[in-house]
């Protein structure tokens, strides 16, 4: 294990440990989605999927 | 009558200065995006070693967090957005160096560029038309944010391939998620500041751009 290895993982723990208030406060806020509104996420988040399919054709 | 003349004249100021935050935010996108090409193109002239990028994303996140909320509402945050992106641009110069030294690397840095370019575009086209509020997925995309990095940092102890493979796909669909997230902010008032709309972007252009590099790079090399 060498030392950027090390120095990447505290760096990914201290990101963790900053951002974990304000993912509490996200939580504790966002609005409840109803399942038209999941519906209007899942369907672009699929074309990704189906697009990111491709370019790994292209390849 | 004259209450509806002044909610007319309230809602139409109201969509002017959504579209001023829209229209600075992809102007001043645009311009750091170009901005970190040049750093980039110059980190990889100076044959920087493996270490840059390293310490540019560290120094980046650091002064993205801490340094820029202070100044986002005055002049200097723009040069600091520049400094920020620079730095990260900078960081890029190694890892592309890297890349382009594989058989197939040109074809994947080319890809992976455009491929970023297609997902952002699309991806902010269809909730700037379809004007959905995506607030709703702020706690969902947080949580599987932290998630995936908890994932990252047992995978830099692991170091199992498929594990990796798979913490870049899910992290191209959470930083789509947040494209969705951040563009509906701008639209429905909720982000008035441009600054840090276009520091919010950027970093989702830059993980996807990572990611899909990663995911191309090992899936192009297979043979």
């Known amino acids: ?59 | 009558m004259n209450q509806n003349f002044s909610s007319v004249a309230q809602s139409s100021s109201s969509v002017l200065a959504t579209n001023k935050v829209l229209r600075n935010t992809y102007m001043l996108l645009s311009l750091t995006l170009l901005f970190s090409g040049l750093t980039a193109a110059l980190s990889m002239a100076l044959k920087m070693p493996p270490m840059t990028y390293l310490i540019s994303v560290i120094g980046g996140m650091v002064i993205a967090m801490f340094v820029l909320p202070r100044f986002a509402n005055s002049s200097a945050g723009i040069g600091i957005v520049f400094l920020i992106t620079g730095l990260l641009g900078f960081g890029l110069g190694p890892v592309l160096t890297m890349y382009a030294s594989l058989p197939n690397g040109g074809n994947i840095i080319t890809l992976s560029l455009g491929g970023t370019g297609v997902i952002f575009m699309g991806l902010s086209a269809y909730a700037l038309a379809t004007k959905k509020d995506f607030s709703f997925l702020g706690g969902f995309l947080m949580v599987g944010f932290l998630l995936v990095l908890l994932a990252a940092v047992a995978n830099i102890f692991l170091q199992i391939p498929a594990m990796s493979l798979m913490i870049s796909a899910v992290v191209i669909m959470i930083m789509s998620g947040f494209i969705l997230y951040d563009t509906s902010r701008i639209i429905h008032g909720g982000e008035t500041n441009y600054v840090l709309a276009t520091i919010g972007l950027y970093m989702t252009i830059f993980n996807i751009f990572i990611s899909l590099l990663q995911i191309l790079g090992i899936m192009g090399n297979d043979d």
């Not at chain 1, 440990?17 to 399942?35: E, F």
């Open chain 1, 1 to 59: 294990m060498d030392w950027m290895q090390i120095v990447s993982a505290l760096a990914l723990v201290a990101f963790i440990v900053i951002l974990l208030p304000s993912a509490r406060y996200m939580i504790k806020n966002s609005p409840k989605g109803t399942s038209s509104d999941w519906m209007s996420f899942v369907i672009p988040i699929f074309a990704v999927i189906v697009f990111i399919a491709l370019l790994i054709k292209l390849v």
